[in-house]
């Protein structure tokens, strides 16, 4: 009649039961990816998977300016199935922002006052930098291969913006 009672107990038995039989289904487990701040998921982001059986393929993806760290079960590539799935899971992807380096040299006529090597995260700004001449020459201009939009900047002061790369050449 649908009802599940466990034990099952049979009453007021009035005739021959010879085909009662217990069926059994598979268990199925949830299984949640969730990306954490400045990713998505790529994928089926909830699943239910049959017991030890594996998950489908799900990717993490970052925003612009940050890359893919890890999941939350420590496993390390982007891309991820769960195998052999024996309960329920959330399994989160975690995300950090770039970082890059700057550093900022002279030649032998000068030097730079400021933070020469500087680590910025992703579209931030370096702090400023000053070039500074020794006796008998003068500040002419700044080059970079890296940067060819400073090529020619000629004040000896230098904030180099919106970083998104290494910059290793200035």
Do not use: M
Request: hydrophobic share 35%; net charge negative; no cysteine.
């Amino acid at each position: 009649n649908g009802s599940i009672e466990n034990p099952l107990t049979v009453t007021n038995v009035t005739f021959d039961i010879d085909d009662l039989t217990a069926n059994f289904a598979i268990n199925e487990y949830k299984v949640v990816f969730e990306a954490k701040d400045n990713g998505i998921i790529e994928g089926e982001i909830e699943q239910y998977v049959k017991h030890e059986e594996n998950s489908k393929e799900v990717i993490a993806v970052p925003n612009e300016g940050y890359h893919f760290v890890k999941w939350s079960n420590d496993f390390t590539d982007s891309s991820l199935i769960i195998e052999n799935v024996t309960e329920d899971k959330t399994v989160e992807a975690y995300f950090e922002i770039d970082t890059f380096k700057i550093e900022f040299a002279s030649d032998e006529n000068g030097s730079i006052e400021g933070e020469t090597f500087q680590e910025i995260e992703y579209g931030n700004n370096a702090q400023a930098v000053t070039a500074v001449s020794i006796d008998g020459y003068h500040f002419e201009k700044w080059t970079s291969d890296k940067r060819p939009n400073l090529n020619g900047f000629k004040y000896n002061t230098l904030t180099v913006t919106n970083i998104t790369n290494d910059i290793d050449d200035i």
